[in-house]
């Protein structure tokens, strides 16, 4: 059974790093593409970036670019989003995806409530 | 990119039909079959409900299709059932790895 599962909820304040966690299982995780989606309260989905844990090549939305970095761990089958400053705007949902083909997402992580706030 | 462009409402009465629209770009939409549309409920992650346009997972019911002209993607749900109320959420590939989703559409089953 393919399973994403994510980190737990954060509680951050202004200006803390953070790096939250995607753990793939049930498939092969070096050769399927991690997302991350963005949902802020009450609002829609917003995809972020996406990563090839095999060789760990990612491409950024424009809007997310250098705002995150996304990585993997291939070793440990797990896929990081991370922040060096957060901002009371990055309050959100992330959703960790695998994405098949060019367009296609059927597993979700069960998403990583994240609060920034002073 | 800028997001798809999503009705933020759509609603109809049991056992009626109701589409959604979805439109984007040439440079999105219109240049790639690789829509897909996802249920969200609230407190849920997203469903896949239709993939590459027109295609639907094992599992999604019938009722559920996809479409597409030009710059404009469009899912109908028909028969619609109480359980089928929730956000709808459209999205597509955009060339250079990246996907784009649209606003959402709050579907009310009246």
Redo the contacts between chains.
Sequence with gaps: EVQLVQSGAEVKKPGESLRISCKGSGYSFTTSWI?W?RQMPGK????MG?VYPGDSDT?Y??SFQGQVTISADKSISTAYLQWSSLKASDTAMY?CVR?D??????Y????TLVTVSS | QSALTQPPSASGSPGQSVTISCTGTSSDVGSYNYVSWYQQHPGKAPKLMIYEVTKRPSGVPDRFSGSKSGDTASLTVSGLQPEDEADYYCSSYAGSNIVIFGGGTKLTVL
């Design positions: 997302g989606v829609g989905l917003e995809w996406i491409t939305s424009p959703f994405r083909g060019y367009n296609t997402i059927v979700w992580g069960q998403g």
